[in-house]
């Protein structure tokens, strides 16, 4: 093949474009669907756990509605019980959000109460004030890890407060501080909690987004060059969710987002190139026949950044035809030939270069390609004279007289 190509910049009409656009849409359906099937399962399991919640703090109320019987805060507590056993269950994420306030809201009142009514049963019972006091801590797992020196606190007022039932004054003033840190301890859990399970939802979100674009890019033959980075980066992120280092997890969410919205973009943009240049050679294989060449089976190959495909002429000879399609819009086509028909000739401004019988061939191929809803803008290569030939159409349609000549 020769050496310098001939080429042309090719552009779509409107059928085609819509092609492309519509192949797009369905690439970005795909998407959504995988997506909306993964939101879908993240929702469920937020609202399993809004509802375990909702049962744990219903189960702790009845047992303080039953530990304030005879005590004035007793109609306060059931209020708040029946509260808490009406909370609708949600059905969107919209309603987990608000569930979410609610049982936050009901958290705290309950907490309020049974300071209350703790504190009321330390002028009866002081032993049972102490048990109620630390009762909203049962059933929490992460007070140690999240909470460390509330923890501790609660440990070593637990027992001061203990050693020193019987002592009214020093007891009343000890169950108090007992009940304020335990207050405050579940502020502090709480508040983490909710901060874990906003990266946890984060960190899932990416790794859906993740999947999906690499599933996209395996399906087209793509290699994703940071593919193995970016797997090991998710699997670290995953093993974050222990929360021991949140301020680390919370930088790596941001990072990780900025790296999976940058391989999404190069990967939708490659896709794109992909499905021009397929369309392109569609279009040509429909085209090249009616211009009197064949494809020659079997001779597509796909490189890195083009597709190659072999055609022949009516001799035999071959036409190499390269498809690339460049960022944007940006597709041009180029043809290498054996050179049999390339006359040099001198002239005033230095060598040119005629191919007259494969440039008029390329311009039938293009009035074809054209119906094939793919335009071109002219034959060109290194060395054409400045004045060139007409295109195809214009030659179909020059006078009989027309004695052009041919080198």
């Excluded at 969710?241 to 490659?270: F, K």
């Excluded at 094939?372 to 007289?401: F, M, N």
């Amino acid at each position: 093949m020769s050496g310098s190509p001939k080429y042309t910049t090719v552009a779509f009409d409107v059928a085609r474009r819509e092609q492309l656009a519509a192949a797009r849409r369905r690439r970005e359906e795909d998407r959504r669907r995988r997506r909306e099937e993964h939101r879908q399962r993240r929702l469920s399991a937020g609202i399993r756990a809004a509802e375990a919640r909702r049962d744990a703090l219903t189960a702790r109320m009845g047992e303080l509605v039953g530990m304030s019987r005879g005590l004035p805060q007793h109609a306060q507590v059931t209020a708040a019980t029946d509260q808490v056993v009406g909370l609708r269950r949600p059905t969107d994420e919209a309603g987990l959000s608000r569930i979410g306030r609610e049982l936050r809201g009901a958290e705290r009142r309950a907490d309020e109460l049974t300071v209350a009514v703790s504190r009321e049963l330390t002028r009866q019972e002081q032993s049972r004030a102490v048990e109620l006091a630390v009762a909203p801590l049962r059933g929490l797992t992460d007070g140690a890890q999240f909470d460390p020196v509330g923890h501790r606190t609660i440990a070593a007022l637990l027992d001061d407060t203990r050693r020193r039932a019987g002592d009214a004054r020093g007891f009343s003033d000890l169950h108090q501080r007992l009940g304020e840190a335990v207050g405050a301890h579940l502020e502090t859990v709480r508040d983490r909690q909710a901060h874990l399970l906003r990266l946890a939802t984060e960190t899932d979100e990416l790794s859906a987004q993740l999947v999906d674009v690499l599933a996209d890019a395996a399906a087209a033959g793509l290699a994703v060059a940071e593919e193995s980075a970016l797997r090991a980066e998710l699997t670290g992120l995953r093993q974050e969710a222990a929360g021991g280092h949140v301020d680390r997890w919370e930088r790596r969410v941001a990072g990780l987002r900025d790296r999976v919205a940058a391989v999404t973009a190069a990967t939708d943009n490659r896709l794109d190139q992909l499905d021009r240049m397929a369309l392109i050679v569609e279009a040509a294989s429909a085209a090249l026949p009616a211009a009197g060449l064949r494809v020659v089976p079997d001779s597509l190959a796909e490189r890195a950044d083009a597709v190659v495909f072999v055609a022949e002429r009516a001799d035999g000879s071959p036409v190499e035809m390269t498809v690339y399609a460049g960022d944007a819009d940006g597709n041009r086509l180029e043809y290498r030939t054996a050179g049999s028909d390339i006359v040099v000739e001198n002239a005033v401004g230095g060598a040119i270069s005629r191919c007259d019988l494969t440039e008029e061939l390329l311009e039938r191929f293009h009035a074809e390609l054209a119906d094939q809803g793919v335009a071109t803008d002219g034959l060109h290569w290194e060395g054409k004279p400045g004045q060139p030939r007409p295109p195809a159409v214009e030659a179909l349609r020059r006078p009989a007289h027309d004695d052009r000549s041919r080198s």
